[in-house]
Antibody, heavy 124, light 113 residues
């Protein structure tokens, strides 16, 4: 069974750094992109970017380029999303997701499996 | 970027009645080499991650009731729930997976009238 398990909720102050995680199991972690999706309170879904753990190829949405860093440690089947200096506007639920197909497959950006979400609250 | 626009933003339908949600993309998401529309519909209930209900514009995900159907091609798509049940109350999103950046519609909130 494919599972994505995310790290727990975080409460941080503006200017602090943060790294949240997403651990995959039940499949070959290195063979599928992992994507990150933001959902601000009461708002819609925003695609942030993706990483291919097999070779660490990373792509970012222009809206998030330079604002966050996506990484992965394939030895422990875990992807990460990190901020170097949080802002109040980073308060949101963050989901990781795995697509239907592996890289270059037709469904490589179709998100069939989702983590439970990590709530990040940034407040002074 | 491909812009996805849903209509309406919210919808109230009586139990047992039909619900229809539309999604329009700013450019075609039909890939000519395989004749597939790279369009999916998600259902999101409060406190839960999104769940695929329809993909390739018209393929129902395993386990999804057959009252859910998807149609359309190119730039115009529709999600239809033929007979609304109480458990269908949710926000529905369309998403194109034709290219990156992947983009979502703004969501349609479906409620019981």
């Amino acid at each position: 069974e494919v599972q994505l398990v995310q790290s727990g909720a975080e409460v941080k102050k503006p200017g602090e750094s943060l790294k949240i995680s997403c651990k995959g199991s039940g499949y070959s972690f290195t063979s599928y992109w992992i994507g990150w999706v933001r959902q601000m309170p009461g708002k819609g879904l925003e695609w942030m970017g993706i990483i291919y753990p097999g070779d660490s190829e990373t792509r970012y949405s222009p809206s998030f380029q330079g604002q966050v860093t996506i990484s992965a440690d394939k030895s422990i089947s875990t992807a990460y999303l990190q901020w170097s200096s949080l802002k109040a506007s980073d308060t949101a639920m963050y989901f990781c997701a795995r697509p239907l197909d592996g890289r270059d497959g037709s469904g490589e950006y179709l998100y069939k499996y989702w983590g439970q979400g990590t709530l990040v609250t940034v407040s002074s | 970027d491909i812009v996805m626009t849903q209509s309406p933003d919210s919808l109230a339908v009586s139990l047992g009645e039909r619900a229809t949600i539309n999604c329009k993309s700013s450019q075609s998401v039909l890939y000519s080499s395989n004749n597939k529309n790279y369009l999916t519909w998600y259902q999101q209930k409060p406190g839960q991650p999104p769940k695929v209900v329809i993909y390739w514009a018209s393929t129902r995900e395993s386990g999804v009731p057959d009252r859910f159907s998807g149609s359309g091609s190119g730039t115009d798509f529709t999600l239809t729930i033929s007979s609304l049940q109480a458990e269908d109350v949710a926000v529905y999103y369309c998403q194109q997976y034709y290219n990156t950046p992947v983009t979502f519609g703004q969501g349609t909130r479906l409620e019981i009238k």
